[in-house]
Nanobody, 122 residues
Framework: QVQLVESGGKLVQPGDSLRLSCVASGRTFSSYAMGWFRQAPGKEREFVSFISWGYNQYYANSVTGRFTISRDKAKNTVSLQMNGLKPEDTAVYYC????????????????WGQGTQVTVSS
């Protein structure tokens, strides 16, 4: 199995930047995609971004141009650089991994991290 551990969530102000990191350990597959989802209070968990084994990047419309996903295969990590944060970005952010080629829905995830809280408020 794969274990995912996220870090980096904080309380920040609108317009600030924040970088989230996720470290994968255990049995990992060379072909898996990794990504980020988020869940605000009372809302469904939604797709934010994912990156393929070939480093192709995909983003939800709400974060395109503001967030950047990256991965370091040697370190088994995936990061999410968040710029120009808005109050609507407030949520628990979850790292996810899959043996599939894409990861845009929660049903495609095989593994989840514990979540890290990001709060954007003035």
């Amino acid at each position: 199995q794969v274990q995912l551990v996220e870090s980096g969530g904080k309380l920040v102000q609108p317009g600030d930047s924040l970088r989230l990191s996720c470290v994968a350990s255990g049995r990992t597959f060379s072909s898996y995609a990794m990504g980020w989802f988020r869940q605000a209070p009372g809302k469904e968990r939604e797709f934010v971004s994912f990156i393929s084994w070939g480093y192709n990047q995909y983003y939800a419309n709400s974060v395109t141009g503001r967030f950047t996903i990256s991965r370091d295969k040697a370190k088994n990590t995936v990061s999410l650089q968040m710029n120009g944060l808005k109050p609507e970005d407030t949520a628990v952010y979850y790292c996810a991994a899959t043996s599939k080629a894409e990861l845009t829905t929660t049903s495609e995830a095989d593994y989840w991290g514990q979540g890290t809280q990001v709060t954007v408020s003035s």
